[in-house]
């Protein structure tokens, strides 16, 4: 039983991450792409879409929907399989590394690996910069400038994946700010585990 009930989840987000969903620009930009992400996926779990995986699949192409125009071009989860390996699993965008490897301790094997050691949301600024940094671009043909990456915790608090994006645009500590709040709360209000992605090794034939 998650420990939120998910149709609490519009309100949660909400009330945390009012700033990064003041609208300030009468155009709209980050914060009603925002709002509108928030919308989407609390309207699908107030009306009863409390399994992970359905929801998990849908997510990548809402997340792009709502912030394709701000550059963020590929997003997706890429899931532990080992102390060593992630790989790759649902996603929107082009293709990118299928599976990562570590090749030792924080700040050595790139965000991704990060953001599990740390248990915790981390953003890149400009991406190149990071320690480790593991660039896909020549699988996807994107540019990346920027990226955020957020853990994705089982019921017991561990992290189990990560969300990860690559974006072709400056991001803001607003757009930071509400990922780590939204996938935060979305991990309270649902139980999810390594089962609930679908990556190569489990995808049906």
């Keep these: 039983m998650p420990a939120i009930q998910p149709s609490l989840f519009r309100s949660i987000v909400a009330l945390n991450a009012k700033p990064e969903l003041k609208q300030v620009d009468p155009s709209g930009g980050r914060p009603a792409a925002r709002t509108s992400l928030l919308n989407g996926v609390a309207a699908l779990l107030e009306a009863g879409e409390s399994n992970a995986g359905s929801l998990l699949a849908a997510l990548p192409g809402m997340i792009a929907a709502a912030m394709e125009a701000h550059g963020w071009l590929w ?20 293709p990118v590394c299928a599976t990562l490897e570590s090749s030792g301790g ?13 248990n915790q949301t981390l953003a890149a600024y400009a991406a190149k910069d990071w320690p480790g940094y593991v660039s896909c671009d020549a699988s996807s043909g994107l540019s990346t400038v920027a990226g955020i990456v957020c853990p994705l915790r089982d019921p017991r608090g561990k992290p ?11 991001i803001e500590a607003g757009d930071v700010r509400f990922m780590d709040i939204f996938f935060g709360t979305l991990a309270r209000c649902m139980d999810i585990e390594s089962t609930s992605f679908e990556t190569a090794d489990t995808r049906r034939p």
């Excluded at 997003?75 to 082009?94: C, E, R, T």
């Excluded at 924080?106 to 740390?118: E, N, R, T, V």
């Excluded at 990860?164 to 645009?169: G, V, Y």
């Design 75 to 94: 997003n997706g989860f890429y899931v532990l399989a080992s102390d060593d390996k992630l790989h790759v699993a649902q996603s929107h965008g082009p």
């Design 106 to 118: 924080p700040l050595s094997s790139g965000m991704c690996f990060d953001g599990i050691a740390l």
């Design 160 to 170: 189990i994946a990560v969300w990860d994006m690559d974006s072709t645009q400056s």
